[in-house]
């Protein structure tokens, strides 16, 4: 199907179910829409007992016809925010609902006989249950691989279409139900309840019916509830105060109860009303086209607030991969011969180190031309035992390695460790490097310096984070010497070095005791006790079922710097928020300018001084105000769904710019408006 042909079923889709959505229950939810929802059944009503001459004959049946018209759109307006929102998300959701499949599981009942198994329905496996998958064969539900390593296809659920692997063990046993073995097979063990499956969560999250509201919205809509509460107090003690001023003037009552229900949807913050829950799920369905699965509502919202963010080093402040970045050499050795020596030993070395060790001796002294096959090369390779690899070239014994390791090694040879070998390798650990140390035939050569590499523009980000307000902390398992000389070139405001999961938890137990919401990455086991500690817990999702289950988001890119779009995400969805409630209350001012004096001014003709806007008639007034009433709505809906733009400057200077763009705005926007549409329509009044 084409993208045209999917925009346009989406639009029909989305029209029907604003539609759908006049009903009494579904308009029950939005309190502040559901008055203007019974202000349009009143007038409707009216305009019926009108066409039987029941009616306090002020207005026209034309007139409280064209009025219960206007509150009707803007009921539908509000029901359009809300559809297009969910649009959306059931877009998103039609897409993995087509990688969901019922396929056949091959469930094993004893894990040490795995070719001995039964051929079920996937959707029948429970929690417990083990099955085996093939390569070619989609996995049927949720697990942790308990036997085996494969390359998995996850693009249904990531839409990234390079192979990831799983294996038993370690942190990346989690596979989704969805996805697809493309090589090997894997022995999984379903992890969850029947109908509870990562699949199943995502898509109830993605097509909004599991979105619940969250506190900050919750409070915002009793706020504007009682707003509204007050707008019908007072229209009332209007109605009231018409009729006595009437009959202490001797005279029968000039003010409609059709221009007293116009006055209070006019009054009603109905701006933000209508669009609050559009902006929600538009902040959802947001995260989740960043590839974040948000389990609750109350996560993002909770994202907005964040002030203290903890990040692993290794992906997301470094590429992961420490490279070679100086030779230094000692004892009269010259750095040339260093290199020449540092390169024979890492020709087979396939490591990032390894391979970065051959391209600096490249580009320092042009050493190449060296053919990994020759019979010459006899080439040790890297053990845990020995922490040590290189080569045996010409007669030559050539090694690289860790300086404890290699200080035994030519001590056992009966050569000497000299102290300045010993200073070059403190050096480069207090320089924030891991050193390395050569030696050939027992003797050092000197040291290479590798180094964790910054990513490019990270600096830059934690100044903006630092500018937000939020404070940043590297978490390593470096020691404080390295830990303290990354944080200090990363720009990072404090840092966790040696970290287990028991100094993680403690680390944000402490910052939440002093008032702060924290957030952190994780993607193992040993994770999930800090993960179930934050605020806002993002897990990978290629990491294990612990992680996923403790964290409150799950990053389908399992990428540890998508922390930082979560919070932007989640700022701007607070700011889209609050910059349109300004908004709405601000733009009720011009309305009253409108609407008062028109209402009032045949009663109290000094009232006239009071339409600034030099507004034609009552009628017009009435009408141009409630016209824009609804009009703002469905303008401002690509804003809601769309988001503020933010930006990364400090809390008060950005109230302060919302303020000038969304209260200024507020206030002389609907003057221009409302002005242009009594223009309009002060020719038309005459056929009311």
Same mark, same amino acid.
């Given at each position: 199907m084409t993208n045209t042909k999917k925009k346009i079923l989406l639009n029909i889709d989305t029209l029907k179910s604003s539609i759908l959505k006049f009903n009494f229950k579904d308009e029950l939810n939005n309190p502040v829409m559901f008055l203007v929802y019974i202000s349009g059944l009143m007038t409707t009503l009216l305009f019926i007992l009108s066409?039987?001459?029941?009616?306090?004959?002020?207005?026209?049946?034309? @007139?409280?016809?064209?009025?219960?018209?206007?509150?009707?759109?803007?009921?539908? @307006?509000?029901?359009?925010?809300?559809?297009?929102?969910?649009?959306?998300?059931?877009?998103?959701?039609?897409?993995?609902?087509?990688?969901? &499949?019922?396929?056949?599981?091959?469930?094993?009942?004893?894990?040490?006989?795995?070719?001995?198994?039964?051929?079920?329905?996937?959707?029948?496996? #429970?929690?417990?249950?083990?099955?085996?998958?093939?390569?070619?064969?989609?996995?049927p539900a949720d697990g942790e691989v308990v036997v085996g390593a494969a390359s998995v296809d996850e693009s249904a659920i990531t839409g990234e279409s390079a192979p990831v692997i799983r294996e038993a063990g370690g942190d990346r046993s989690a596979v989704t139900g969805g996805t697809t073995v493309l090589s090997d097979h894997l022995i999984v063990k379903v992890t969850q309840e029947r109908g509870h499956s990562f699949l199943d969560k995502m898509i109830g999250m993605v097509e909004g019916a599991n979105r619940q509201k969250t506190p900050n919205e919750i409070a915002l809509e009793i706020f504007l509830i009682a707003l509204s509460l007050i707008f019908v107090l007072v229209t009332a003690s209007l109605f009231t105060y018409s009729k006595f001023s009437a009959v202490l003037m001797g005279r029968n009552n000039p003010i409609s109860i059709v221009w007293l229900i116009a006055l209070f949807v006019c009054l009603a913050p109905t701006t933000i009303g209508a669009l609050l829950s559009a902006i929600g799920i538009a902040g959802m369905s947001r995260l989740n086209a960043a590839n974040v699965l948000a389990m609750s509502g109350r996560a993002i919202e909770a994202a907005g607030d964040v002030d203290v963010l903890l990040l692993d080093k290794t992906g997301t402040i470094t590429f992961g991969n420490r490279r070679a970045s100086d030779f230094i050499p000692v004892d009269g050795h010259t750095q040339e011969d260093l290199a020449d020596a540092a390169q024979l030993a890492s020709l087979a070395d396939e490591t990032p180190e390894g391979r970065s060790i051959v391209v600096l001796a490249k580009e320092k002294f042009n050493l190449r031309g060296r053919s990994v096959g020759s019979d010459q090369y006899q080439f040790v390779p890297f053990t845990a035992q020995t922490k040590m690899s290189g080569v045996n070239y010409q007669r030559h014994e050539i090694r690289?390695?860790?300086?404890? $390791?290699?200080?035994?090694?030519?001590?056992?040879?009966?050569?000497?460790?000299?102290? #300045?070998?010993?200073?070059?390798?403190? &050096?480069?650990?207090?320089?924030?490097?891991?050193?390395?140390?050569?030696?050939?035939?027992?003797?050092?050569?000197?040291? !290479?310096?590798?180094?964790?590499?910054?990513?490019?523009?990270? &600096?830059?980000? @934690?100044?903006?984070?630092?500018?937000?307000?939020?404070?940043?902390?590297?978490?390593?398992?470096? $020691?404080?010497?390295?830990?303290?000389?990354?944080?200090?070139?990363?720009?990072v405001d404090d840092f966790l070095s040696q970290a287990t999961p028991e100094s993680k938890m403690a680390t944000i137990h402490?910052?939440?005791? &002093?008032?702060?919401?924290?957030?952190?990455?994780?993607?193992?086991?040993?994770?999930?006790?800090?993960?179930?500690?934050?605020?806002?817990?993002?897990?990978?999702?290629?990491?294990?079922q612990a992680a996923k289950e403790a964290g409150n988001m799950v990053d389908l890119d399992s990428s540890p710097t998508k922390l930082i779009d979560i919070v932007r995400i989640g700022k701007q969805l607070l700011m889209t928020r609050g910059s349109l409630t300004t908004f709405s209350i601000a733009n009720d001012i011009s309305k009253y300018f409108a609407i008062i004096?028109?209402?009032?001014?045949?009663?109290?003709?000094?009232?006239?001084?009071?339409?600034?806007?030099?507004?034609?008639?009552?009628?017009?007034?009435?009408?141009?105000?409630?016209? @824009?009433?609804?009009? !703002?709505?469905?303008?401002?809906?690509?804003?809601?769904?769309?988001?503020?733009?933010?930006?990364e400057v400090p809390a008060v200077k950005l109230l302060n710019h919302n303020l000038v763009i969304y209260g200024l705005g507020g206030l002389i926007v609907p003057f221009i408006g409302i002005k242009l549409i009594d223009l309009v329509i002060a020719p038309l009044i005459g056929v009311l």
């Open positions: 066409l039987f001459n029941v009616s306090d004959h002020i207005v026209t049946s034309g @007139f409280i016809a064209t009025v219960a018209i206007i509150l009707w759109v803007t009921c539908w @307006f509000s029901n359009l925010a809300e559809a297009t929102a969910e649009g959306r998300g059931k877009a998103q959701a039609a897409t993995l609902k087509a990688s969901r &499949k019922d396929v056949i599981a091959h469930r094993i009942t004893d894990l040490k006989h795995p070719d001995q198994y039964t051929d079920v329905s996937g959707p029948t496996l #429970e929690k417990g249950d083990a099955f085996l998958v093939n390569a070619g064969e989609q996995i690289k390695g860790a300086a404890q $390791n290699i200080q035994q090694y030519v001590e056992i040879h009966k050569q000497q460790y000299s102290q #300045e070998t010993a200073a070059a390798v403190n &050096k480069v650990a207090r320089q924030g490097g891991t050193p390395l140390v050569v030696t050939k035939d027992f003797v050092v050569l000197g040291v !290479i310096a590798l180094k964790d590499i910054i990513k490019p523009g990270v &600096k830059e980000k @934690f100044a903006d984070l630092r500018k937000m307000g939020i404070q940043t902390i590297m978490i390593t398992g470096d $020691n404080p010497v390295t830990a303290a000389a990354i944080a200090a070139e990363a720009g402490s910052y939440q005791k &002093k008032g702060h919401l924290v957030a952190m990455t994780g993607d193992g086991t040993n994770d999930a006790p800090a993960l179930a500690q934050a605020d806002v817990a993002v897990a990978m999702n290629s990491g294990t004096p028109a209402i009032f001014m045949n009663m109290y003709p000094q009232l006239k001084i009071l339409n600034i806007m030099q507004l034609s008639s009552s009628t017009s007034a009435i009408l141009s105000a409630l016209i @824009f009433n609804a009009l !703002i709505i469905v303008a401002l809906i690509p804003l809601s769904l769309k988001g503020v733009k933010y930006r």
